[in-house]
């Protein structure tokens, strides 16, 4: 039996990533339970298990002393003697007891109890795999949808991932795998819980750093990236070592990168800018796609105008404000955009009314006249 305990235990903690020594520890709890049940929950009931040879040891205790008031528990001096001499009062004597009869009660307590340690422990083990891991990506199977969540299979652990936290135009179904970043791992009454999302800005970030060497060994670095989940990203990239192109590397030869990291966010444009400490250049680059003519700014209110083509307003505006609005916050920014046509005409009636007023400080020198003494 105890060669066999041995072979459960050693497969329970490889099955379930958990240290055999917790797995003892539970079986111990567990059995001991049992037995103090079946003997109306004394506490002089004790257990272990040898941790090599996983053999066990039941026994009781009780308390050697003058008089005997509690059977169950004391043992008298003289009868304590007989079993060993050097006993004296105060001291405790052990006595054995038969495992074998702990019955069907007893033995369903202890299954019941181990199961739990073993749950416990599992979630422990969880727990600990995954609280460091928070902003990695991981990859899973969608095994269920449920009430606004879909539930994915990471191996040991299950990850929720909320819809609102999925792409606008995709619908996952069960046995599709997909990648996502970890947002958050707690500890609920139900066990961790691992949350991802495939909407934050910093899960492009992650895709890109699996995809692209460079950024993953510290050569090229993100130096802000913002998002319209499903619609655009817009990620600044900066190498201290002028050899390395910074959006070269983050394309690829001949865009496999960015194309790779493209289809798992099934079509989401990206803009890849090199960062600069220009703040015209920088403004200019992050209005990409869209060509830029001229840009006035206001360093003390960190705000900007900017003038394009006229064919080229529509672009650096995007849809519903998208392409400006993500500019914004790629560069910290307050931006105007205006057309060439908007620009001509309001230079024009700044210099009209530069103009009117040189004219009337003329007229005002004319009126100016000698005064007779």
């Known amino acids: 039996?105890?060669?066999?305990?041995?072979?459960?235990?050693?497969?329970?903690?490889?099955?379930?990533?958990i240290s055999r020594e917790i797995l003892i520890e539970a079986?111990?709890?567990?059995?001991?339970?049992?037995?103090?049940?079946?003997?109306g929950g004394r506490s002089n009931i004790f257990l272990s298990i040898d941790r090599q040879k996983c053999n066990i040891k039941l026994y009781e205790t009780k308390t050697v002393v003058a008089a005997v008031q509690v059977p169950f528990e004391e043992i008298s001096v003289k009868d304590a003697k007989a079993i060993d001499p050097q006993k004296n009062e105060g001291d405790t004597v052990e006595f054995p007891l038969d495992l074998h009869d702990l019955g069907r009660i007893a033995a369903q307590t202890a299954k019941q109890v181990i199961f739990q340690r073993v749950r416990e422990a599992e979630r422990d083990v969880i727990f600990n795999d995954f609280k460091d891991k928070t902003g990695q990506i991981v990859s899973g199977v969608i095994?269920?949808?449920?009430?606004?969540?879909?539930?994915?299979?990471?191996?040991?652990?299950?990850?929720?991932?909320?819809?609102?936290?999925?792409?606008?135009?995709?619908?996952?179904?069960?046995?599709?795998?997909?990648?996502?970043?970890?947002?958050?791992?707690?500890?609920?009454?139900?066990?961790?819980?691992?949350?991802?999302?495939?909407?934050?800005?910093?899960?492009?970030?992650?895709?890109?750093?699996?995809?692209?060497?460079?950024?993953?060994?510290?050569?090229?670095?993100?130096?802000?990236?913002?998002?319209?989940?499903?619609?655009?990203?817009?990620?600044?990239?900066?190498?201290?070592d002028n050899a390395i192109d910074p959006v070269g590397s983050c394309?690829?030869?001949?865009?496999?990168?960015?194309?790779?990291i493209v289809r798992e966010l099934r079509g989401e444009r990206i803009d890849i800018i090199p960062w600069t400490d220009d703040p015209r250049m920088l403004i200019?680059?992050?209005?990409?796609?869209?060509?830029?003519?001229?840009?006035?700014?206001?360093?003390?209110?960190?705000?900007?105008?900017?003038?394009?083509?006229?064919?080229?307003?529509s672009l650096a505006i995007g849809k519903k404000g998208q392409n400006v609005r993500?500019?914004?916050?790629?560069?910290?920014?307050?931006?105007?955009?205006?057309?060439?046509?908007?620009y001509s005409k309001i230079r024009m009636e700044e210099t009209d009314?530069?103009?009117?007023?040189?004219?009337?400080?003329e007229n005002q020198k004319k009126d100016i006249l000698p005064v007779d003494g």
């Open 1 to 17: 039996m105890t060669k066999e305990l041995c072979n459960v235990i050693d497969q329970i903690s490889r099955e379930k990533g």
């Open 27 to 39: 079986l111990e709890s567990a059995l001991l339970s049992a037995v103090r049940k079946k003997y």
């Open 143 to 240: 095994m269920r949808r449920e009430k606004g969540f879909y539930y994915l299979n990471l191996g040991k652990a299950e990850a929720v991932l909320p819809i609102k936290e999925t792409l606008p135009s995709e619908n996952l179904k069960r046995g599709d795998t997909v990648k996502a970043i970890i947002d958050d791992v707690r500890i609920t009454a139900k066990g961790p819980e691992i949350s991802v999302s495939r909407t934050s800005p910093l899960f492009v970030a992650g895709l890109f750093r699996m995809e692209v060497p460079e950024i993953n060994e510290g050569l090229v670095l993100i130096k802000n990236i913002v998002r319209e989940p499903g619609e655009r990203t817009k990620i600044a990239v900066y190498s201290k």
């Open 251 to 260: 394309v690829g030869m001949k865009g496999t990168r960015v194309q790779t």
């Open 284 to 313: 200019a680059r992050a209005l990409s796609p869209a060509a830029i003519d001229k840009i006035g700014i206001n360093e003390d209110g960190k705000t900007a105008m900017v003038v394009v083509n006229d064919q080229q307003l």
């Open 326 to 342: 993500l500019a914004m916050k790629l560069t910290g920014w307050d931006i105007d955009i205006i057309s060439d046509t908007e």
């Open 353 to 361: 009314k530069a103009l009117e007023s040189s004219l009337k400080k």
